[in-house]
């Protein structure tokens, strides 16, 4: 069974940096069996949105509004996916969301049919 878990979150001034985890575990370890991961947000009123995409190869897709800020990364070792974020701004505040889906034969799926979604970590960032 295929769980997430976040964890980092907080209250940080703008302009700060905050780091975020994402400790998973349950997934197949076999070669035939990659897995795409991301983080996503949702801030209060509006929908949920992509942040990026980590592809089973390890190459990373960014949103365009938060490309140079925010950097996916995956500790193999720790089963842990992280999420650097930089220059914090108070629009930054969200709830954020780590999620997993099995990669397929073309690539990974759309995130909103994304399979495995943790219970999030708020972010509220101060200016």
């Known amino acids: 069974q295929v769980q997430l878990a976040e964890s980092g979150g907080g209250s940080v001034q703008a302009g700060g940096s905050l780091t975020l985890s994402c400790a998973f575990s349950?997934?197949?370890?076999?070669?035939?069996?990659?897995?795409?991961m991301g983080w996503f947000r949702q801030a209060p009123g509006k929908e949920r949105e992509r942040i990026g995409v980590?592809?089973?190869?390890?190459?990373?897709a960014y949103a365009d509004s938060v490309r140079g800020r925010f950097t996916i990364s995956r500790e193999h070792d720790l089963n842990t996916l992280r999420l650097q974020i930089t220059r914090l701004k108070p629009e930054d505040t969200a709830m954020y969301y780590c999620?997993?889906?099995?990669?397929?034969?073309?690539?990974?799926?759309?995130?909103?049919?994304?399979?495995?979604w943790g219970q999030g970590t708020q972010v509220t960032v101060s200016s």
């Open positions: 349950g997934f197949i370890t076999a070669p035939a069996y990659n897995y795409c």
């Open positions: 999620a997993a889906d099995l990669e397929q034969l073309y690539g990974c799926r759309e995130w909103t049919d994304f399979a495995y």
């Open positions: 980590m592809f089973g190869n390890g190459n990373t």
